[in-house]
């Protein structure tokens, strides 16, 4: 289990690190049900928060918490999380999620799949991923996503899929993405914004090509299909 879901499952035991228990509730026992807004918690690497911050409404509590649809109702992520050099999966189908946490990322080598079916997001935020191999579905079926800003993935050799199923891109982000295909230097793959799962079937080969920085894509040895 990555360490950002241990940060959840620690939230949701109440191992009383400095957590309050709601008033008339003894221990959290496993399959109950409680009130969010009743919660305040802090724990070793989660600042004190009242939980209504970062969950969308009541938390089923149960040693299964992805089955009871517990991270379907994530909003929010915590800061500051020790994430060590794997996001992999981390933030997977977290569909309430809006925003991403502001996390160090410098040392994160596999961001596979971290954010795929975050259907609520709408910003991506600018982490470091300059040590990042794998970024495969990183943003797939992000659906709502509209704000990519430049990524340096220089040490990125596996980008596949990365914005799959992702339609509602700006021209500014685009341009973004193209400038950080043109920083992955050490990709020997087919250089194609297909290979990324962004084609002419969502954004016009018209508008791909009007993009501030199209000629350098293409001078990298990128093409759009």
């Known amino acids: 289990m990555s360490k950002c879901k241990k940060w959840l499952l620690n939230w949701l035991k109440l191992q009383q690190k400095g957590g309050v228990e709601p008033t008339g509730t003894a221990d959290i026992t496993e399959n109950g049900v409680y009130d969010v807004a009743q919660f305040e918690y802090a724990d070793v690497n989660v600042p004190s928060a009242v939980l209504t911050d970062y969950f969308t409404s009541p938390i089923p509590y149960g040693s299964n918490s992805s089955t ?12 500051n999380l020790e994430v060590g050099t794997s996001l992999s999966y981390s933030f997977y189908l977290m569909k309430s999620l809006i925003e991403m946490p502001d996390i160090d990322t410098s040392s994160v080598t596999d961001t596979s799949y971290c954010l795929t079916g975050c259907s609520s997001l709408v910003t991506a935020r600018q982490w470091d991923l300059s040590h990042v191999t794998n970024a495969r579905g990183m943003f797939s079926e992000c659906s709502s996503l509209v704000n990519v800003p ?33 920083s992955m230097t050490s990709y020997t793959g087919t250089k194609k914004l297909t290979t990324l799962g962004i084609s002419t079937t969502n954004y016009s080969r018209a508008t791909i090509q009007g993009l501030e920085h199209y000629s350098a894509f293409v001078s990298a040895g990128w093409s759009i299909d």
């Open 68 to 79: 009871l649809g517990v991270y379907n109702l994530i909003k929010k992520i915590p800061d």
């Open 150 to 182: 430049v990524y340096n993935l220089a040490s990125c050799t596996t980008p596949n899929n990365m914005f799959n199923y992702v339609t509602t891109l700006s021209d500014e982000s685009l341009d973004n993405i193209l400038q950080s295909c043109i």
